[in-house]
């Protein structure tokens, strides 16, 4: 299963604090939604219109929970290191590189798009509507503060704790990764209901067409970060997603053109880290 992708070697959590990780996750993002985020007059509101959109609200949310939940639970509570999650020494400046390559793939894609349309190439619109600090603060909220997060906790963590939890009731490895991949996209989706309430969405059609939609996400950045076992690719492609930050107009949304490119680098695999080719999926192993 693993040929041409290394092992991901992880400290095994015990299963109450996977749980609680999981709840004080939830809890987190819950309240910060329903008493900050969501309310237009909140002091994080006021902080983006006072510097221009430089310092976005996901930003100034997520960066504490980043530091109670994987830096208090996780690390010190749990005594995992970064190297458990993922992030193995020099991952900041891979990612550097990661979000540069992965920004011009998807400028690139917008450019060929737009000629395969027949449109003139152009400008972006957004930066002069939205202005330069509302679309490079947003990214920078996406790439240190909610892509970060959510990876490390339901890729680096959540992942690899549910493989090993399931060793003693699912005996074939395939399966067994197959069912802890499927179980945190799960998680994954189920987490961000409060945020889909709270932010407005009525009917059943947009809550399950919501949740369909972050349990592919999940599923996507999952085999992201299975083929290549590092989990500073999965951040890069969640990050550019969220906020493409498109220099050039396109005829197709910048998020799509994105996850085109998550695609290419999910069957790219082992090559965008310097290893040959394979087909395998790392396999997490308990240290």
């Known amino acids: 299963m693993c040929a041409g992708v290394p092992a991901i070697e992880s400290r095994r959590s015990s299963v109450g604090l996977v749980a609680i990780v999981v709840l004080a996750a939830t809890a987190g993002i819950t309240a910060t939604n329903a008493f900050a985020f969501s309310r237009a007059y909140s002091v994080v509101w006021q902080w983006h219109a006072a510097t221009g959109g430089w310092i976005n609200p996901n930003l100034v949310l997520f960066l504490p929970l980043t530091a109670m939940i994987v830096g208090g639970l996780i690390i010190a509570k749990g005594g995992l290191r970064l190297a458990d999650l993922g992030l193995a020494p020099g991952w900041v400046a891979r990612l550097a590189g990661l979000l540069l390559a992965g920004w011009l793939a998807a400028n690139a894609l917008a450019v060929i798009a737009t000629i395969l349309a027949g449109a003139p190439v152009e400008y972006h619109g957004s930066w002069q ?32 704790q549910l493989h090993f939890a399931l060793s003693g009731r699912i005996a074939g490895e395939r399966l067994r990764l197959a069912a802890a991949l499927v179980g945190s996209a799960a998680i994954f989706a189920l987490w961000h209901l409060p945020t889909i309430l709270l932010n407005g969405s009525a009917g059943l059609a947009a809550i399950f067409g919501a949740l369909a939609y972050m349990m592919l996400g999940g599923i996507l950045l999952s085999l992201l970060y299975l083929r290549t076992a590092r989990l500073e690719v999965a951040i890069a492609g969640h990050a550019l997603v969220n906020a493409p930050t498109l220099i050039v107009a396109s005829p197709v949304s910048g998020s799509l053109l994105a996850g085109v490119v998550g695609v290419a680098a999910i069957l790219a695999g082992p090559l965008l880290v310097g290893r040959n080719h394979s087909f395998g999926l790392a396999r997490p192993v308990a240290v």
């Open 129 to 160: 509507e939205h202005g330069a600090g509302n679309v490079v603060g947003l990214f920078a909220a996406m790439v240190l503060g909610t892509a970060l997060f959510e990876e490390t906790v339901f890729r680096g963590y959540l992942l690899p």
